[in-house]
Structure formats: C-alpha cells, structure tokens
C-alpha cells in the first residue's frame, strides 16, 4: 500500500526562516526605556528596607532558647525518675505524670514553633539579599 | 561647533556600569536604550504576548540594575545580561506558562495541496513558533535561545551556562520534535537522508 504523505519534511531552511531574528521580532514600545527608568528611579529612591532589630530581640531569643532547653532537661529528668516512683503500688502514675507530658508536649511545640519562625525569619531575610 | 569625544558620545557598557555603581542611577537609560529591543524580543520569543514580553523585559532590567556588582566582567555584559534575562524568563514561564498547549493541541500545519501562498507560509511560521514553546523548556530554551543568537552555539551555551555539547543535542532532539509533529503521517519512515544537525552547528570550534 502506497504510504500517505500529505506533509513534507520541515527542513533546516524552514526553521532557519521561520524562527530567525529578521522574520520575528518586534520593536519595543515607544515608552518602554521611559517607563524602565521611572520604575528604575522610584525603586531607587524608595527607603531602604527597615532592619530586623537583632540587638533587641536576641535577648527574647535567648530566653526562649534557655526555657527550651531547661523543659527538655525537665521532662528528660522526670522520665527518667519514673522508675523509682512506680516502686509506690498504691501512686497512679499516668495521673501523676499527665500533667507533665502535657506540659512537656506543649513545650515542644511552643520550641519548634519557635525554630520554625526564625527559619521562615531568616529565610526571608534571605530572599531580600539576592533580590 | 565642538566634537563630542567618540567614547563619551557612546559609552561602552562596562563605563556605563562603572558610572551606576558609582551613584549615577540614570547613567543606566543608556543601558536600556542600548539592549531594550533584544530583551524584549528575547522575551517575546518566550511568551508570544507583547504585554507580557515587555513587563518582563523590564523586570529584567530591573534586575539587572539590583545586582549591577555582580557583574565582574569575565564575559561581555551582553553574554551576563542575557544570562540573566533568560533565566527570569523561564523563571516568569515556569510560574505562569506562555500558551497552556501541548505539541498535539498546536494548529496544523496547512495542508501542501493547498499551501504555498505567503499566507499559508506565514501560518506554517507562526504554528512552528507556538510548537517550540510547546516542547519541553530544555529543548525550547536550547532553540530559542540558538536562533535569538543568529545560530551562535557558543553565545546560547554561554547564556544558557551549559555545555556546547549539551546545546547541540538539545537542538537535535527539539528539531526531531517539531519534526515528528509538522511531518504526516507521524508513523512515517524518518528519512535517512533527513539531515538533523544544522550546518551552524558543526562549524563551531
């Protein structure tokens, strides 16, 4: 059977013609350099971005990384006595120790969530440096 | 009548850089004026809209300007702007795609029995223009990049910072695909005589 061949072949002068410069190009509008400096110049002499003020916030830092990592010491040590308390029959120990692991949970939380923003912080501060 | 000297009537680029990054912010306008044609081209070239084309040539000058220090003057500041350029592009094309077409939704092209008026040329272009925005951006960007450069391997490598070897089978592999989509029937025989590597390209060093 005769193969049908309706298109021909798309050959290096075809893309040559098709996609050079010379067959498709456009001009730029007439206000376009004008326009670039008007957003160039009001970029320019916007104020500089406001500085994260590290010299009074690394204090706060400070304290909330300490309060982390004294709950974690906390709930290390507490777990760790549990043994010795469980020698008591008559003490409930999931009583005894609810409200501390629910304390120590939201603690965790309280420091991850912590982390988690001063990632996001710095990661922003980040982006504004290469912009 | 006094002679304005040659290099002060057509700063060099690097003069020009070296005046904005001394202070001279509107110093920069001979930059714009200089390359606003081919970064708004090399921008149409990604997208096909006018529009959007010149919003995006701008945020490239604008971004070049933010970041005016970094360039060292290793290479030209043509080879570092176009860089540039062509990665917010694809950055810009990434985020919003140009035409949400694949290569089976691009027109036909016309039928030869009825083709060879400049009309039907001109639609076979502009289909094979909205086809290499179909492929996928590594070989999109490979030919757009080799035709926006007068068919320079070396200038699209540079721009592209990837290997001449690299562009060369980028080239071949999209140049198939378009093949195989403006060919018919596509289970065809590909001739063996069909030549898939463009002249330019071997005569690179």
């Known amino acids: 059977m005769k193969p049908i061949q309706t298109h021909p072949q798309l050959t290096d002068a075809d893309f040559d013609y098709a996609l050079s410069p010379g067959s498709d190009s456009i001009l730029p509008s007439s206000g376009f350099a004008d326009s670039v400096m008007t957003a160039l110049t009001r970029e320019a002499s916007a104020p500089s971005p406001i500085a994260f003020p590290w010299k009074r916030a690394l204090p706060g830092f400070v304290v909330a990384g300490a309060m982390a990592i004294v709950l974690i010491v906390a709930v290390v040590v507490l777990l760790r006595s549990t043994p010795a308390t469980s020698v008591a029959p008559s003490v409930d120990l999931q009583a005894v120790l609810a409200p501390v692991v629910h304390h120590a949970t939201a603690a965790l939380w309280l420091t991850v969530s912590l982390l988690i923003s001063v990632a996001s912080l710095l990661f922003c501060r980040r982006l504004i440096s290469t912009n | ?205």
């Open chain 2, 1 to 205: 009548m006094t002679t304005v000297p040659q290099a002060e009537a057509h700063p060099t680029d690097e003069a020009i850089v070296a005046r904005v990054l001394a202070g001279d912010t509107a110093a920069f306008e001979g930059i714009v004026r200089r390359w606003q044609s081919p970064l708004v081209n090399l921008a149409w070239r990604f997208c096909r809209d006018r529009a959007r084309a010149e919003e995006m040539a701008q945020e490239a000058f604008l971004r070049a300007w933010r970041n005016l220090a970094q360039f060292r003057g290793d290479s030209a500041f043509s080879t570092w702007l176009f860089a540039l350029a062509t990665n917010l592009y694809r950055t810009e094309l990434r985020r919003i795609p140009a035409a949400m077409l694949s290569l089976d939704q691009i027109a036909e092209p016309p039928d030869p029995a009825i083709a060879g008026s400049a009309i039907e040329e001109s639609s076979r272009d502009e289909s094979l223009r909205r086809a290499v925005l179909a492929l996928p951006p590594k070989y999109r960007d490979a030919i757009l990049l080799f035709y926006f450069h007068e068919q320079d391997v070396p200038a699209a490598a540079r721009t592209l910072h990837i290997p001449e070897g690299t562009i060369k089978a980028r080239l071949f592999r999209g140049r198939e695909l378009l093949r195989s989509k403006f060919s018919r029937p596509r289970a065809a025989s590909k001739s063996a005589s069909l030549n898939t590597q463009h002249p330019r390209e071997a005569r690179t060093p």
